[in-house]
């Protein structure tokens, strides 16, 4: 009777230990989760502030081309104007 309660004893405190050992590596998963989610996350709103500064300079470059066209276009105008003028006088 003593050893079959040694025994019972023995196996349930090696039970308890495993138990709580496999608790302790669960809960460090689920911390090493925890921190792979904030950064994935962070990750995200990094990749949406780089996508959206990108955008906004490419709006700005666009703006700038469209202006420097204009202007290259209103000056060859002024150009021809001044062409057309001259070719007049000297009729």
């Known amino acids: 009777m003593d050893l079959s309660i040694n025994l019972s004893v023995i196996i349930g405190f090696l039970l308890s230990v495993m138990l709580s050992i496999i608790a302790w590596f669960?809960?460090?998963l689920h911390q090493d989760f925890?921190?792979?989610q904030e950064q994935v996350?962070?990750?995200q709103?990094?990749?949406k502030v780089i996508q959206s500064e990108s955008r906004s300079a490419y709006e700005l470059l666009k703006l700038r081309i469209?202006?420097?066209d204009w202007r290259i276009g209103?000056?060859?105008l002024h150009d021809e104007q001044f062409k057309e003028e001259e070719y007049?006088?000297?009729k």
Do not use: Y
Request: avoid cysteine.
């Open 88 to 90: 007049e006088k000297n």
């Open 74 to 76: 209103g000056q060859s």
């Open 26 to 28: 669960i809960r460090q």
């Open 41 to 43: 996350n962070l990750l």
């Open 34 to 36: 925890r921190r792979v």
């Open 66 to 68: 469209s202006f420097l």
């Open 45 to 47: 709103q990094t990749a």
